[in-house]
C-alpha cells in the first residue's frame, strides 16, 4: 500500500474514521508511486514525466470515482479528470485529443503522436505549437493529487468513494 500503511493499519483507521491520516496515506502513496521516482532522477525526461501523469490521471480519478479498475473506461476516465476544475481542465473537450495523442501515443507507440510535442519549458499548453510542459503538467497533478487528499478528509460523497476504491486495493494486497 505504501511505506507505512498496511492493510491492517488503512483499516483501523477508517474505521477511527480519521480521514486527515489517510488523505496523508494518499499523498505518500503517489509520492511513492509515480512522483518522487521521477523528481529524484538526475535524468528526468518530458516524455518520462509526462508517461507518469498519465498513469497519475487514470489512477486518481479511479480513486475520485471508486472504480475497482478502469477497464474499458480509459478514455472516459481522462474525460472526468480534464472536466474537473483545476489547471489541467485545458487539457478536456470534447476531441479526447489528449487522450489519442498523448495517452495511446505513449502506452502503444512510446511517442506523442498528431505532430504533439513535449517539452520541459514553456506555457502549460500551446494548442497553436501543439506543445505540452511536461514539468508543468507534473507540478499540476502533484497538486491535484494533494487537492484530492484534502478533499477525502471533509467531503462524504468523496470519502465514500475512496472508501470504495480502497476495498479493491485491499483485495489485491492479498493476492
Not at 8 to 30: K, M, P, T
Request: glycine share 8%; aromatic share 12%; charged share 30%.
Amino acid at each position: 500500500m505504501s511505506a507505512s500503511m498496511t492493510v491492517g493499519r488503512y483499516r483501523a483507521l477508517e474505521q477511527a474514521g480519521d480521514r486527515v491520516a489517510l488523505g496523508d496515506f494518499i499523498r505518500e502513496r503517489f509520492d511513492e508511486r509515480y512522483f518522487k521516482p521521477v523528481e529524484d532522477s538526475p535524468s528526468k525526461h518530458g516524455f518520462t514525466l509526462l508517461a507518469v501523469g498519465c498513469l497519475v490521471v487514470e489512477t486518481l480519478e479511479s480513486f475520485y470515482q471508486g472504480r475497482a479498475d478502469t477497464r474499458n473506461a480509459s478514455a472516459q476516465m481522462f474525460r472526468d479528470f480534464f472536466a474537473r476544475n483545476t489547471p489541467l481542465k485545458v487539457f478536456g473537450g470534447g476531441s479526447d485529443w489528449f487522450f489519442k495523442s498523448i495517452r495511446c501515443g505513449i502506452l502503444h507507440q512510446g511517442e506523442a503522436r498528431g505532430g504533439w510535442r513535449v517539452l520541459r519549458s514553456g506555457p502549460l499548453l500551446d494548442s497553436s505549437k501543439r506543445t505540452i510542459n511536461a514539468t508543468r503538467f507534473f507540478r499540476e497533478l502533484r497538486k491535484a493529487v494533494s487537492a484530492y487528499a484534502d478533499q477525502v478528509a471533509v467531503d462524504d460523497a468523496c470519502w465514500k468513494e475512496f472508501k470504495e476504491k480502497m476495498k479493491t486495493v485491499c483485495a489485491n494486497c492479498k493476492s
